[in-house]
T-cell receptor
Framework: GAGVSQSPRYKVAKRGQDVALRCDPI?????LFWYQQALGQGPEFLTY????????KSGLPSDRFFAERPEGSVSTLKIQRTQQEDSAVYLC?????????????FGPGTRLTVL | AQSVTQLGSHVSVSEGALVLLRCNYS??????LFWYVQYPNQGLQLLLK??????LVKGINDFEAEFKKSETSFHLTKPSAHMSDAAEYFC????????????FGGGTRLMVKP
């Protein structure tokens, strides 16, 4: 079956531009996570959705970052007024159920480069 | 708060040799522990996970890991390395509650020499 997909795979933005990153989770998966992976580092948590509810956004680095999942399936991560430090790979993951023991299935990521 | 430390950002082994990738964690509650592998330009793929059942966990591609509570460790091993094992490996910890995110270590890049 289809896994988690993300688009675009690569995005180049000029500093100050707004960007929108899309995540299509596995159908029927309740939980959806966004992570940020800087070059040479492990992924770091950004935000978590259970269905359409954003239950944890403690990892979002600033108020320029905004995420939504309005119908409990597709999610969009939006970054306003991009800065060079936003350059990273943004990973989306979904899991069938809530609960930390559940496997998270990851998409291929969107590599964002801010010039 | 949870954290994960992976000793050795780069590990090099010869093809056919034992693979040992180290992971130590800290957690205020009994953790769930995971090993993921990441190939270039791909997402993370689960190798194995520990969820408080058997302490020796077997995963895909002959990888296994042993949970040692007294040492707060969850090291990953494979008896014989293949060239195709060359990749980045991440150890991660999660709590028990709904929405518990994964906290990752910094990763270990495994290189396999012919």
């Amino acid at each position: 079956g289809a896994g988690v997909s993300q688009s675009p795979r690569y995005k180049v933005a000029k500093r100050g531009q707004d960007v929108a990153l899309r995540c299509d989770p596995i159908s029927g998966h309740v939980s959806l996570f966004w992570y940020q992976q800087a070059l040479g580092q492990g992924p770091e948590f950004l935000t978590y959705f259970q269905n359409e509810a954003q239950l944890d956004k403690s990892g979002l680095p600033s108020d320029r970052f905004f995420a939504e999942r309005p119908e409990g399936s597709v999610s969009t991560l939006k970054i306003q007024r991009t800065q060079q430090e936003d350059s990273a790979v943004y990973l989306c993951a979904s899991s069938l159920q809530a609960g930390g023991y559940n496997e998270q299935f990851f998409g291929p990521g969107t590599r964002l480069t801010v010039l | 708060a949870q954290s994960v430390t992976q000793l050795g950002s780069h590990v090099s082994v010869s093809e056919g040799a034992l693979v040992l990738l180290r992971c130590n964690y800290s957690s205020s509650v009994p953790p769930y522990l995971f090993w993921y592998v990441q190939y270039p330009n791909q997402g993370l793929q689960l190798l194995l996970k520990y969820t408080s059942a058997a302490t020796l966990v077997k995963g895909i591609n002959d990888f296994e890991a042993e949970f040692k509570k007294s040492e707060t460790s969850f090291h990953l091993t494979k008896p014989s390395a293949h060239m195709s094992d060359a990749a980045e490996y991440f150890c991660a910890v999660s709590g028990v509650n709904a929405g518990n995110m994964l906290t990752f270590g910094g990763g270990t890049r495994l290189m396999v020499k012919p």
